[in-house]
């Protein structure tokens, strides 16, 4: 029987991940610190059959006493139900495709037939299953009063031209992509113009049947965006993301840079909104980004930059988020860790 806490990490293989910038193995790194005992499984391992849903999971332990990314080890592989674990982490990257959600399925439906068991299923996701499933990151931001800026979702090439022209530059993003990925910047001045952003919009579209976002444009975009580092609704950190020079994507892997930040006035002001939407929709672990103090972005899917926020804060941010997670009767706090 389950006792205590107990972690599973759910991602892409770990082959493809980053390790020396990945957020979720930071937090792995600063969980085993604490003491709690993590386990990490591949999302593809995921299976489903009459008897239930499971998965193959191995244990995460370090290889040396170093806090470097090389030094964390998996153990023996064995077969687990998401419900052996007290906590699972659902850390699988985006596009938010059927790739994505369909292993969230399998796994509700574990946590479905566990909860008809006497005492319930007992294991918390985070983020939830239905915050996962069923709130986009592109469009969480309408839930922040006055906070996002002119916006249009929709597939109808009629109304998609008619906001277009309307605002005039306009940012075009897919629902369900991360990172910059189909973003871009549409005009309508001129008839190539308009043209070539209804090449784009067909495109991105499937021939205008997929809903896009369209948004106005903001200049400030240029000059980047504040990432907003939430858990629990409570502020943990902030930083400056700039893109490369000439152009308003930010692509961390392609030129963009991270930087510290103080938040001015207008962001400072964002902050009491956007926490009590995080609360209301029960989002336990977010990164909102802000332009010109607008909100563009959530990310609760798999934010990440934590690494990048460390270094540049010169402050430890996973342990007060892990201990604003698990603090709960735990005996967390009291638990051996280093700084």
Request: net charge negative.
């Amino acid at each position: 029987m389950r006792t205590g806490l107990s972690l599973l990490w759910l991602t892409d293989p770990w082959i493809s991940l980053d390790h020396g910038h990945d957020t979720t193995l930071r937090l792995i790194d600063e969980a085993l610190d604490l003491g709690i005992p993590c386990h990490w499984a591949d999302v593809r391992s995921i299976a489903w059959s009459a008897s239930g849903t499971t998965l193959t999971t191995q244990p995460v332990s370090r290889s040396s006493p170093s806090r470097e990314p090389a030094s964390l080890e998996r153990g023996a592989a064995c077969e687990a139900r998401p419900s052996d674990f007290s906590h699972v982490f659902y850390r699988v990257d985006p596009p938010v495709d059927l790739a994505y959600l369909h292993p969230l399925l399998l796994l509700s439906l574990d946590c479905e037939l566990r909860a008809r068991e006497p005492g319930g299923c007992g294991t918390e996701f985070i983020n939830s299953i239905e915050v996962l499933r069923g709130l986009n990151e592109k469009l969480a931001g309408s839930f922040c009063d006055g906070l996002m800026p002119p916006s249009l979702a929709a597939a109808d090439w009629e109304r998609l031209r008619s906001f277009g022209e309307r605002e005039g530059p306009v940012v075009v993003k897919p629902l369900h992509e991360c990172q910059s990925r189909g973003v871009d910047l549409l005009e309508w001045t001129t008839p190539s113009a308009r043209e070539r952003s209804e090449a784009v919009l067909r495109a991105l579209t499937d021939d205008f049947r997929r809903p896009v976002l369209l948004q106005r444009f903001l200049p400030g975009a240029y000059d980047g965006e504040t990432r907003l580092w939430f858990v629990d609704g409570q502020l943990l950190g902030q930083a400056r993301k700039r893109p490369a020079q000439g152009t308003f994507r930010i692509d961390m892997d392609r030129g963009g840079s991270l930087f510290a930040h103080e938040l001015d006035e207008r962001e400072r002001a964002c902050v009491p909104t956007i926490a009590l939407e995080l609360t209301r929709a029960g989002v336990r672990l977010a990164a909102v980004d802000l332009v010109d103090g607008w909100v563009t972005d959530f990310n609760f899917t798999s934010p990440g930059l934590l690494r990048e926020m460390e270094s540049v804060v010169g402050e430890n941010l996973a342990r007060p988020l892990l201990q604003a997670l698990f603090d709960r009767g735990d005996g967390l706090h009291d638990r051996k860790r280093r700084p």
